[in-house]
């Protein structure tokens, strides 16, 4: 399993998110802590949901596209769209037969 997030750096200089007070039981604080030289009796935390949605968007398809199997996804495209083709004759036929019709 791979992690999707944002370093230190992009949270404080990037994007410049805002810190709130951060969860006083979190067991990773003290760690986190010491590394960047945050005092360790006041804990904060950054929500990435404070990213614009485009970004984080962004962030995210950048981060799965490494794992994403060309062909499945065009195999997978063309079905869906196959699909979508049936259907839409499915309902034209059926429309044109009066089962679309309200009473």
């Known amino acids: 399993m791979t992690r999707v997030l944002l370093t230190y750096d992009q949270v404080v200089h990037d994007y410049e998110l805002p810190a709130t007070e951060g969860k006083r039981g979190d067991p990773r604080w003290l760690a986190f802590a010491r590394r960047y030289g ?55 036929g059926w429309d044109a037969a009066g089962g679309g019709a309200r009473l």
Request: overall charge negative; aromatic content about 8%.
């Open 38 to 92: 945050f005092d360790i009796e006041h804990p904060v935390q950054w929500e990435v949901e404070a990213l614009e949605p485009d970004e984080l968007r962004r962030l995210v398809l950048a981060a799965v596209d490494l794992y994403i199997d060309r062909q499945v996804l065009a195999e997978q495209t063309a079905r869906q769209e196959e699909q979508r083709r049936a259907l839409a004759s499915f309902l034209d």
